[in-house]
């Protein structure tokens, strides 16, 4: 147990629709990363917040959007949702969010658009 | 774009030593060789790093090239637990915060066999 707590485990939802995903990170780490698993493109970098702020974006799409809130948790919100966004989505947290630090990853979200 | 070069996919018999390669010819000074692993259905986990010199832990050893161009990944003897995706990753102290995201490539798939 990583201490990264996910929820929901699994979601379907079908395409034009809105969900969130949330992340609880480790006690006491502050930042929160946001992946995204899929057959085709592999684990790839979504966001990154550092103490409620954003510190960093990867490849996320325009649809897509992220927050952390004052008590460290963080959400995913995907909207307009498409049958390419299926995939499974990580959420990961660090300490501080230096270039070393380990990063610890939560079971992740299964999010299926039908 | 990971700047790492690992072998699709290796076997392994159980109980025996396992040596996973990783080629990073053009790594910096400053980039540390990370080794993270996907088991099935669960989040990426944290497995060792190092900078120039070689790094035991309870998980696995790492040994890095004298010329730091290549670092193999040393699992003593493999368990069937053991089966995962392992993801060898340079990251960028140099970055600092911003930088704090992990470069996922494609990963070593490791069987393992009883």
């Known amino acids: 147990d990583s201490g990264v707590t996910q929820t929901p485990k699994h979601l379907i939802t079908a395409t034009g629709q809105r969900v969130t995903l949330r992340c609880s990170p480790r006690?006491?780490?502050?930042?929160v990363y946001w992946y995204q698993q899929s057959l085709d493109q592999g684990l790839q970098f979504l966001i990154h917040?550092?103490?409620?702020?954003?510190?960093a974006k990867g490849n996320i799409l325009e649809r897509f959007s992220a927050q952390q809130f004052p008590d460290l948790h963080s959400e995913l919100n995907l909207s307009s949702l498409e049958l390419g966004d299926s995939a499974l989505y990580f959420c990961?947290?660090?300490?501080?969010?230096?270039?070393?630090?380990?990063?610890?990853f939560g079971p992740g979200t299964r999010l299926l658009v039908l | 774009d990971a700047k790492t070069t690992q072998p699709n996919s290796m076997e392994s018999n159980e109980e025996e030593p396992v040596h996973l390669p990783c080629n990073h010819s053009t790594i910096s000074g400053t980039d540390y060789i990370h080794w993270y692993r996907q088991l099935p259905s669960q989040g990426p986990e944290y497995v060792i790093h190092?900078?120039?010199s070689n790094v035991n832990n309870r998980m696995a050893s790492l040994a890095i090239a004298e010329d730091r161009k290549s670092s193999t990944l040393i699992l003593h003897r493999a368990t069937l637990r053991d089966a995962a995706v392992y993801y060898c990753?340079?990251?960028?102290?140099?970055?600092?915060?911003?930088?704090?995201?992990?470069?996922f490539g494609k990963g070593t798939k490791l069987s393992v066999k009883p």
């Open positions: 990753i340079l990251r960028d102290v140099a970055h600092g915060g911003s930088q704090g995201n992990l470069i």
């Open positions: 990961a947290s660090s300490v501080d969010g230096g270039g070393v630090e380990t990063q610890y």
């Open positions: 006690s006491g780490d502050l930042s």
């Open positions: 917040y550092y103490n409620g702020e954003e510190r």
């Open positions: 190092g900078l120039t």
